[in-house]
């Protein structure tokens, strides 16, 4: 099994920064997609950004240009960027991996848990 681990939310006053770190482990042979995504409350859950294993990447047009992702591709980690954060910004923050566990190509989708970012106006 695979497991994905996040860290580093917190609580930041707006226009601050915070990082977010994930970290996969567990039966891996490789990551494809990784990417992290947001849940604001009472709403759906919302892609932030995501980055393909050759390093190419998206961004939610809400936070271009105030986000960076990044990725390991030997520690099978992710890392999200944040600054000038907003309160708008206040969400639970999940990671995300697409991944293949083995050379016969099993795999699939694996979520964190989840860490909580909130940005006091």
């Known amino acids: 099994q695979v497991q994905l681990v996040e860290s580093g939310g917190g609580l930041v006053q707006a226009g601050g920064s915070l990082s977010l770190y994930c970290a996969a482990s567990g039966s891996i042979f490789r990551i494809n997609d990784m990417a992290w995504y947001r849940q604001r409350p009472g709403t759906q859950r919302e892609l932030v950004a995501i980055i393909g294993r050759n390093g190419g990447t998206k961004y939610a047009d809400s936070v271009k240009g105030r986000f960076t992702i990044s990725r390991d591709n030997a520690m099978n980690t992710v890392d999200l960027q944040m600054s000038s954060l907003q309160p708008e910004d206040t969400a639970v923050y999940h990671c995300?991996?697409?991944?293949?566990?083995?050379?016969?190509?099993?795999?699939?989708?694996?979520w964190g848990q989840g860490t909580q970012v909130t940005v006091s106006s």
């Open positions: 995300f991996a697409n991944v293949v566990n083995d050379v016969h190509l099993n795999g699939g989708d694996i």
